[in-house]
């Protein structure tokens, strides 16, 4: 067949060692018998995989035919029989897809064989492409059965066929006395796949005779246009990342063009293996341009968030948490108290402790009537300031300190909620009654 061997042409893949995965249907065998009809030149090593899955009466006899047909023609022929206490309850088509590849791969591995074939032609195409089409997703996935693509990332799965109707694979059969087994199940409508192969493509067919090369051919423009589009996506994502971090740059970002904002965000996430739905784009996007919100995120998986901080944006992993600890520790003159993250924090009187360069030190001319604490930060603290209170929200907001993190601020406080210092970032200009006073206490934080 001339489109066959035009395909194979370019395959080059003479004289290598091949995996051919034959079911002794119509499309294997004939696949089967134009790789062993090609001119010695241009021949493979051929070897061939056989499954048993046990699920029709005639299994049996094919496993027979299949075995005497490679023994005949010195055929190496690797056998699996999945026998029916594997099969699962439900969903036995696609675990025995799964099963299958499995197969394969460890022939493959065992074998020393790179190339993997399969006998998927123009009609299986047309089917998977309506399926899909009606099933409806990314338009990506549309591009249907590929000619070429990688098989357990160091093998490579083709498909020959493509491109080639069912209709000529039968002629070809007849003509050439290929012999082969008929799957019974192939005529039962209880399948999508088997309504669409009997009643619309046909119909479609009819319609134009030439509507499988041109599913082909949408197909692969369709490749080709994925593969351009992740090309300016990767590079937009290289000139938006800040260098040395994996942080994105926002003010980047609102250069550019929305239609393109959508697919970076889906090639950001694609190595996550999460898919975004179309809410959840709209929702990153509406979150990335609002400009009276610096800080925000959304959830993209049970633990992956999109973060937005400000001038950045990125991917970040959140744990779930448990809730923050109410915890709150009494300072007591000349006693160390260790927090959470390692460092220690004392009250100590001024004039006998002698403090390091390290230390950050609140100042105090007297103690609080009620006792002093240091505890997390809580919703409605107010710094205590010579103009007033300030919301310790506010004082977190304006350093710029991510939501998330601002109930894990340790602050000194008094019983009555009065807040002194927030550790690590401002403190109370309070301390002191007056200018002349003499500081008597030292509060002091020591990393």
């Known amino acids: 067949m001339h489109s066959f061997r035009e395909k194979w042409s370019q395959l080059n893949l003479a004289h290598k060692k091949i995996l051919v995965a034959v079911s002794t249907g119509c499309d294997s065998m004939v696949l089967l018998d134009m790789l062993q009809k090609l001119p010695e030149k241009e021949r493979p090593q051929i070897n061939v995989a056989y499954v048993d899955h046990c699920l029709r009466a005639q299994s049996k006899r094919e496993t027979k035919f299949i075995k005497q047909y490679c023994d005949k023609r ?3 022929l690797f056998c699996y029989t999945w026998t ?3 099969h699962p309850m439900t969903g ?8 299958r590849y499995t197969f394969f791969a460890k022939i493959m591995q065992r074998e020393d064989i790179m190339y993997l074939l399969t006998a998927h032609h123009g009609d299986d195409q047309a089917e998977t492409f309506l399926m899909k089409l009606i099933r409806g997703g990314e338009l990506e996935q549309l591009i249907g059965i590929r000619m070429c693509r990688p098989f357990e990332t160091k093998w490579k799965l083709i498909r020959p066929l493509l491109g080639i109707s069912k209709e000529q694979l039968r002629i070809y059969a007849k003509q050439h006395n290929v012999l082969y087994y008929e799957d019974e199940t192939n005529s039962s409508d209880a399948f999508q796949r088997n309504r669409l192969r009997h009643h619309f493509v046909p ?3 009819d319609e134009n005779k030439e509507v499988l090369q041109h599913i082909q051919s949408y197909s692969e423009q369709l490749n080709d246009m994925a593969l351009a589009t992740q090309y300016l996506v990767q590079n937009e994502l290289g000139n938006l990342r800040i260098q040395g971090t994996k942080d994105y740059s926002l003010n980047k970002w609102r250069n550019v063009p929305i239609y393109l904002q959508k697919l970076i965000l889906k090639e950001l996430i694609r190595n996550k293996e999460v898919t975004l739905n ?3 784009i709209h929702e990153c996007v509406k979150l990335l341009a609002n400009n009276s919100k610096p800080q925000g995120r959304i959830q993209l998986a049970s633990e992956l968030f999109l973060v937005k901080r400000y001038q950045i944006f990125k991917l970040e992993m959140i744990p779930q948490k448990t809730k923050v600890s109410k915890v709150e520790y009494k300072l007591d003159v000349d006693k160390w108290i260790t ?5 220690k924090i004392g009250l100590f ?4 402790f002698k403090a390091t360069e390290k230390d950050d030190i609140l100042e105090l001319n007297q103690l609080p009537q009620t006792k002093l604490l240091i505890r997390h930060r809580m919703a409605g603290d107010r710094l205590l300031t010579s103009i007033g209170k300030q919301k310790v929200k506010k004082v977190l907001i304006d350093a710029k300190i991510p939501t998330e993190q601002r109930n894990e601020y340790w602050v000194v406080a008094d019983a009555l909620q009065n807040i002194y210092w927030i550790i690590n970032l401002k403190k109370s200009n309070l301390s002191h009654a007056s200018v002349n006073a003499k500081i008597q206490y030292i509060v ?4």
């Open 74 to 76: 010195n055929l190496p």
């Open 84 to 86: 029916t206490d594997m």
């Open 92 to 99: 036995v088509e696609a675990k025995a897809r799964e099963m």
């Open 203 to 205: 119909m479609l067919k």
């Open 278 to 280: 179309y809410r959840q």
């Open 339 to 343: 927090l959470s993250d390692g460092s």
């Open 349 to 352: 009187k001024s004039e006998t």
């Open 444 to 447: 002091v934080h020591r990393s």
